[in-house]
Protein backbone atom coordinates (compact mmCIF):
# COMPACT_ATOMS: atom_id res chain seq x y z
CA UNK A 1 0.00 0.00 0.00
CA UNK A 2 1.33 3.38 -1.21
CA UNK A 3 0.44 7.00 0.40
CA UNK A 4 -0.69 9.07 -2.37
CA UNK A 5 -0.80 12.20 0.02
CA UNK A 6 -0.15 13.95 3.45
CA UNK A 7 -3.53 12.48 4.74
CA UNK A 8 -4.88 9.07 4.48
CA UNK A 9 -8.35 8.41 3.55
CA UNK A 10 -8.89 5.30 5.62
CA UNK A 11 -6.39 4.99 8.88
CA UNK A 12 -6.98 1.92 10.38
CA UNK A 13 -3.64 1.72 12.33
CA UNK A 14 -1.57 4.58 14.01
CA UNK A 15 2.34 2.68 15.10
CA UNK A 16 4.07 4.05 18.11
CA UNK A 17 7.95 3.07 17.77
CA UNK A 18 8.44 3.36 22.02
CA UNK A 19 10.86 1.24 23.72
CA UNK A 20 10.08 2.76 26.81
CA UNK A 21 7.05 0.76 28.86
CA UNK A 22 6.16 4.31 31.06
CA UNK A 23 5.77 6.44 27.99
CA UNK A 24 4.22 3.50 26.18
CA UNK A 25 1.49 3.73 29.30
CA UNK A 26 0.94 7.28 29.16
CA UNK A 27 0.59 7.20 25.43
CA UNK A 28 -2.46 4.85 25.44
CA UNK A 29 -4.09 6.75 28.47
CA UNK A 30 -3.73 9.85 26.04
CA UNK A 31 -5.23 7.66 23.77
CA UNK A 32 -8.29 6.53 25.68
CA UNK A 33 -8.54 9.82 26.83
CA UNK A 34 -9.11 11.12 23.21
CA UNK A 35 -11.44 8.19 21.96
CA UNK A 36 -9.79 7.94 19.08
CA UNK A 37 -11.12 5.71 16.45
CA UNK A 38 -7.70 4.44 14.81
CA UNK A 39 -6.25 0.72 16.66
CA UNK A 40 -2.76 2.28 18.33
CA UNK A 41 0.21 -0.54 17.74
CA UNK A 42 3.52 -0.43 19.69
CA UNK A 43 6.88 -1.79 18.69
CA UNK A 44 9.77 -1.63 20.97
CA UNK A 45 12.50 -1.00 18.89
CA UNK A 46 14.24 0.08 15.05
CA UNK A 47 14.53 -3.96 14.46
CA UNK A 48 11.04 -4.61 15.57
CA UNK A 49 9.62 -1.66 13.74
CA UNK A 50 11.14 -2.33 10.04
CA UNK A 51 9.84 -5.86 10.76
CA UNK A 52 6.56 -5.02 11.22
CA UNK A 53 6.89 -2.16 8.21
CA UNK A 54 7.40 -5.10 6.07
CA UNK A 55 5.56 -7.60 7.29
CA UNK A 56 7.92 -10.42 8.80
CA UNK A 57 6.79 -11.37 11.67
CA UNK A 58 10.37 -12.97 12.17
CA UNK A 59 8.93 -15.28 14.93
CA UNK A 60 7.98 -12.61 16.81
CA UNK A 61 3.57 -12.06 17.81
CA UNK A 62 3.03 -8.62 16.04
CA UNK A 63 -0.37 -9.26 15.61
CA UNK A 64 -1.63 -7.12 13.02
CA UNK A 65 1.74 -6.59 10.83
CA UNK A 66 0.34 -7.18 7.52
CA UNK A 67 -1.40 -3.92 7.15
CA UNK A 68 0.89 -0.38 7.06
CA UNK A 69 0.32 1.79 9.46
CA UNK A 70 -1.19 5.10 8.53
CA UNK A 71 1.15 7.10 10.66
CA UNK A 72 3.88 6.65 12.64
CA UNK A 73 5.42 7.82 15.77
CA UNK A 74 8.63 7.20 15.93
CA UNK A 75 11.15 7.90 18.73
CA UNK A 76 14.58 9.09 17.82
CA UNK A 77 16.47 6.67 20.91
CA UNK A 78 15.54 2.95 20.92
CA UNK A 79 17.63 0.13 21.04
CA UNK A 80 18.56 -3.06 18.28
CA UNK A 81 18.40 0.47 15.44
CA UNK A 82 17.39 3.98 16.42
CA UNK A 83 14.98 6.19 14.91
CA UNK A 84 17.62 7.62 13.01
CA UNK A 85 18.51 4.12 11.19
CA UNK A 86 14.30 3.20 10.95
CA UNK A 87 13.75 6.81 9.18
CA UNK A 88 16.54 6.20 6.62
CA UNK A 89 15.63 3.00 5.90
CA UNK A 90 11.86 4.03 5.47
CA UNK A 91 12.36 6.72 3.04
CA UNK A 92 14.70 4.37 1.27
CA UNK A 93 11.97 2.01 0.83
CA UNK A 94 9.50 2.70 -2.16
CA UNK A 95 6.61 0.72 -0.57
CA UNK A 96 7.30 2.89 2.38
CA UNK A 97 8.33 6.54 1.80
CA UNK A 98 5.19 8.16 1.79
CA UNK A 99 4.08 7.39 4.90
CA UNK A 100 3.59 9.74 7.18
CA UNK A 101 6.13 9.91 9.88
CA UNK A 102 6.10 12.43 13.33
CA UNK A 103 9.23 12.32 15.39
CA UNK A 104 8.88 11.57 18.94
CA UNK A 105 11.64 12.24 21.40
CA UNK A 106 12.99 13.38 24.01
CA UNK A 107 15.72 15.12 22.19
CA UNK A 108 15.95 18.81 21.65
CA UNK A 109 18.96 18.81 20.02
CA UNK A 110 19.25 21.14 17.23
CA UNK A 111 21.45 18.47 14.86
CA UNK A 112 18.48 15.77 15.44
CA UNK A 113 15.76 18.51 14.29
CA UNK A 114 17.98 18.79 11.19
CA UNK A 115 18.83 15.46 10.55
CA UNK A 116 14.96 14.34 10.95
CA UNK A 117 13.78 17.41 8.78
CA UNK A 118 16.55 16.58 5.83
CA UNK A 119 16.02 13.05 6.11
CA UNK A 120 12.14 12.96 5.35
CA UNK A 121 10.36 13.24 8.84
CA UNK A 122 6.88 15.13 8.29
CA UNK A 123 6.53 16.69 11.90
CA UNK A 124 9.18 16.80 14.67
CA UNK A 125 7.82 16.36 18.65
CA UNK A 126 9.61 16.55 21.58
CA UNK A 127 8.14 14.33 24.17
CA UNK A 128 5.45 16.65 26.14
CA UNK A 129 6.51 16.55 30.19
CA UNK A 130 3.26 16.29 31.41
CA UNK A 131 0.17 14.23 30.62
CA UNK A 132 -2.12 17.26 29.91
CA UNK A 133 0.69 18.66 27.36
CA UNK A 134 0.52 15.26 25.96
CA UNK A 135 -3.04 14.65 25.22
CA UNK A 136 -3.29 18.12 23.48
CA UNK A 137 -0.29 17.12 21.85
CA UNK A 138 -1.50 14.33 20.47
CA UNK A 139 -5.01 15.95 19.22
CA UNK A 140 -3.08 18.64 17.41
CA UNK A 141 -0.81 15.65 15.32
CA UNK A 142 -3.74 13.79 14.83
CA UNK A 143 -5.95 16.35 14.03
CA UNK A 144 -3.12 17.15 10.93
CA UNK A 145 -2.28 13.78 9.64
CA UNK A 146 -5.54 11.95 10.31
CA UNK A 147 -8.70 14.45 11.13
CA UNK A 148 -11.13 11.56 10.47
CA UNK A 149 -10.11 9.50 13.46
CA UNK A 150 -11.30 12.16 16.29
Known amino acids: MRFQNKRCVMPSTILMAEDDHDDRFLIRRAFDALEINAVLRFVGDGEELMNYLKGNSDGKDLEGFSSPPALLFLDLNMPKKDGREALLAIRSD????????????????????????????????????????LVTEIRKILGEWLPQTN
Open 94 to 133: PNLRDLPIVIWTTSNRAADKIFCKENGANTYVTKPNSFKK
